[in-house]
């Protein structure tokens, strides 16, 4: 079955900086990579999603990379704050609503 | 708001106790999954369902099943509870095309 890596586990930046997450993951099939934020005793949120016909997408502050031949994808939080704080989750799927997550990347907005 | 409801939000089981966990899914959505969040771990699918018929599932054994009804609801039932059972469940309504709009999840204690 897939597997999807995250990295790093835990990310601490100063306000303003630039934040990146990192995930790859195994099967060939997967053509559709959502990431999630999640605050303390809350549900998983869509923060933005990509296809595997699309190498960049960019929302506001919010951006992800997808590099098929390597299946490596990204997450990119340009300018935090300290809202961004919470913990981040890549996905990736082949079809339907059979998600595998990563391991999730705690993120801490220093202000 | 993902129009996604969940019910109860908070339960407490013991070992060997059957549980229903019910799920509203948003009004038009046609495919609706169940995801297990053990404390500090990303989402686990466990099953899904599309126009009523179960379609794909997870790693999880029998004890787990499901159901979706012609009003957009469901249910997930687990038997013979486990203290590893203790977990927070989401509900994830959508279209087939892989993406999910979460429940706020029914948090299940098992003693």
């Known amino acids: 079955g897939e597997n999807v890596e995250q990295h790093p586990s835990t990310l601490s930046v100063q306000e303003g900086d630039s934040a990146v997450i990192k995930c790859t993951y195994s099967d060939s099939a997967s053509n559709y990579f959502p990431w999630y934020k999640q605050e303390l005793g809350k549900r998983p949120q869509l923060i933005i999603d990509i296809r595997s016909n699309v190498g960049e997408k960019k929302d506001q502050r919010i951006a992800v990379t997808l590099n098929k031949t390597a299946k490596h994808f990204s997450l990119h939080i340009t300018e935090t704050q300290p809202e961004d704080s919470a913990v981040y989750f890549c996905a990736s799927s082949g079809g339907y609503q059979k998600v595998t997550f990563g391991t999730g990347t705690k993120l801490q907005v220093i202000p | 708001e993902t129009g996604v409801t969940q019910s109860p939000t908070h339960l407490i089981k013991t070992r060997g106790q059957q549980v229903t966990l019910r799920c509203s899914s948003q009004?038009?959505?046609?495919?609706v999954s169940w995801y297990q969040q053990a404390l500090g771990q990303g989402p686990q699918f466990i099953f899904q369902y599309y126009r009523e018929e179960e379609n794909g599932r997870g790693n999880f054994p029998p004890r787990f099943s499901g159901l979706q009804f012609p009003n957009y609801s469901s249910e997930l039932n687990v038997n013979a509870l486990e203290l590893d059972d203790s977990a927070l469940y989401l509900c994830?309504?959508?279209?087939?095309?892989?993406?999910?709009?979460f429940g706020e999840g029914s948090r299940l204690t098992v003693l």
């Open positions: 994830a309504s959508g279209w087939d095309t892989g993406e999910l709009f």
């Open positions: 009004s038009g959505h046609n495919t």
